[in-house]
Protein backbone atom coordinates (compact mmCIF):
# COMPACT_ATOMS: atom_id res chain seq x y z
CA UNK A 1 0.00 0.00 0.00
CA UNK A 2 1.09 3.26 -0.30
CA UNK A 3 0.70 6.61 1.72
CA UNK A 4 0.52 9.88 0.31
CA UNK A 5 1.10 13.33 2.56
CA UNK A 6 -0.20 16.67 1.34
CA UNK A 7 0.81 20.13 2.44
CA UNK A 8 1.25 23.24 0.99
CA UNK A 9 -2.35 25.07 1.14
CA UNK A 10 -3.86 27.78 2.68
CA UNK A 11 -5.19 31.11 1.91
CA UNK A 12 -4.47 33.00 -0.96
CA UNK A 13 -5.99 36.45 -2.68
CA UNK A 14 -6.77 35.80 -6.93
CA UNK A 15 -3.71 36.32 -8.79
CA UNK A 16 -1.83 34.55 -5.73
CA UNK A 17 0.46 31.56 -5.74
CA UNK A 18 0.87 28.28 -3.76
CA UNK A 19 2.84 25.55 -3.87
CA UNK A 20 1.40 21.92 -2.62
CA UNK A 21 3.80 18.60 -2.15
CA UNK A 22 2.64 15.30 -1.56
CA UNK A 23 4.64 12.42 -0.29
CA UNK A 24 4.56 9.13 -0.84
CA UNK A 25 5.93 6.05 1.49
CA UNK A 26 5.64 3.02 1.83
CA UNK A 27 4.75 0.59 -1.40
CA UNK A 28 6.41 3.20 -3.69
CA UNK A 29 7.65 0.85 -6.36
CA UNK A 30 4.35 0.15 -7.57
CA UNK A 31 3.76 3.92 -8.75
CA UNK A 32 3.82 4.33 -12.66
CA UNK A 33 1.78 8.00 -12.31
CA UNK A 34 0.73 10.70 -9.86
CA UNK A 35 -1.94 13.34 -10.23
CA UNK A 36 -3.81 16.36 -8.37
CA UNK A 37 -7.77 15.80 -8.21
CA UNK A 38 -9.85 18.72 -7.03
CA UNK A 39 -12.87 18.79 -5.19
CA UNK A 40 -14.83 21.77 -4.71
CA UNK A 41 -17.49 21.75 -2.23
CA UNK A 42 -20.55 20.22 -3.85
CA UNK A 43 -18.69 19.24 -7.03
CA UNK A 44 -17.25 16.02 -8.12
CA UNK A 45 -13.36 15.69 -7.49
CA UNK A 46 -11.55 16.23 -10.78
CA UNK A 47 -8.23 16.01 -12.77
CA UNK A 48 -6.24 18.67 -13.09
CA UNK A 49 -2.64 17.59 -13.78
CA UNK A 50 -0.90 14.01 -13.52
CA UNK A 51 2.98 13.44 -14.15
CA UNK A 52 4.89 9.94 -14.88
CA UNK A 53 7.08 8.83 -12.01
CA UNK A 54 9.32 5.95 -14.04
CA UNK A 55 8.88 7.53 -17.54
CA UNK A 56 10.82 10.51 -18.50
CA UNK A 57 8.53 12.66 -16.49
CA UNK A 58 5.54 13.35 -18.75
CA UNK A 59 3.29 15.70 -17.67
CA UNK A 60 -0.54 16.42 -18.88
CA UNK A 61 -2.75 18.66 -17.81
CA UNK A 62 -6.65 19.88 -17.91
CA UNK A 63 -7.68 23.15 -20.14
CA UNK A 64 -8.77 24.84 -16.80
CA UNK A 65 -5.09 24.52 -15.57
CA UNK A 66 -2.91 25.19 -18.21
CA UNK A 67 -0.60 27.93 -18.19
CA UNK A 68 -1.19 28.18 -14.51
CA UNK A 69 -0.23 25.45 -12.60
CA UNK A 70 2.87 22.95 -13.03
CA UNK A 71 3.24 19.63 -11.58
CA UNK A 72 7.23 18.29 -11.13
CA UNK A 73 8.70 15.83 -9.11
CA UNK A 74 11.76 15.57 -7.39
CA UNK A 75 14.78 13.15 -8.13
CA UNK A 76 13.93 10.81 -5.32
CA UNK A 77 10.22 10.30 -7.34
CA UNK A 78 8.57 10.29 -4.18
CA UNK A 79 7.51 13.67 -3.88
CA UNK A 80 5.15 15.07 -6.62
CA UNK A 81 4.71 19.26 -6.24
CA UNK A 82 1.74 21.38 -7.87
CA UNK A 83 2.98 25.03 -8.62
CA UNK A 84 -0.50 27.18 -9.03
CA UNK A 85 -0.25 30.33 -10.22
CA UNK A 86 -2.38 33.36 -11.29
CA UNK A 87 -5.66 31.66 -8.81
CA UNK A 88 -8.72 31.97 -9.61
CA UNK A 89 -11.87 31.60 -6.73
CA UNK A 90 -12.75 28.87 -8.60
CA UNK A 91 -9.67 27.37 -7.90
CA UNK A 92 -10.74 27.18 -4.28
CA UNK A 93 -11.52 23.47 -3.17
CA UNK A 94 -9.56 20.69 -1.22
CA UNK A 95 -6.63 19.29 -3.22
CA UNK A 96 -6.00 15.59 -3.46
CA UNK A 97 -2.67 14.04 -4.61
CA UNK A 98 -3.40 10.61 -6.06
CA UNK A 99 -0.98 7.35 -7.42
CA UNK A 100 -1.78 5.33 -9.70
CA UNK A 101 -0.15 2.04 -10.93
CA UNK A 102 1.09 0.93 -14.46
CA UNK A 103 -2.02 -0.40 -15.28
CA UNK A 104 -4.01 2.82 -14.00
CA UNK A 105 -5.36 1.50 -10.67
CA UNK A 106 -5.21 3.74 -8.07
CA UNK A 107 -2.62 2.76 -5.27
CA UNK A 108 -3.48 5.34 -3.18
CA UNK A 109 -4.80 8.75 -2.08
CA UNK A 110 -3.69 11.52 0.23
CA UNK A 111 -6.21 13.24 2.62
CA UNK A 112 -6.36 16.71 1.18
CA UNK A 113 -5.04 19.58 1.64
CA UNK A 114 -7.69 22.80 1.42
CA UNK A 115 -7.27 26.28 -0.97
CA UNK A 116 -9.38 29.11 -0.76
CA UNK A 117 -8.92 31.72 -3.16
CA UNK A 118 -10.62 34.77 -1.92
CA UNK A 119 -10.29 38.16 -1.33
Known amino acids: QVQLVESGGGLVQPGGSLRLSCAASGSTFSIYRMGWYPQAPGKQREWVASISINSGSSTNYADSVKGRFTISRDNTKTTVYLQMNSLKPEDTAVYYC???????????WGQGTQVTVSS
Open 98 to 108: NSANSYGVNVG
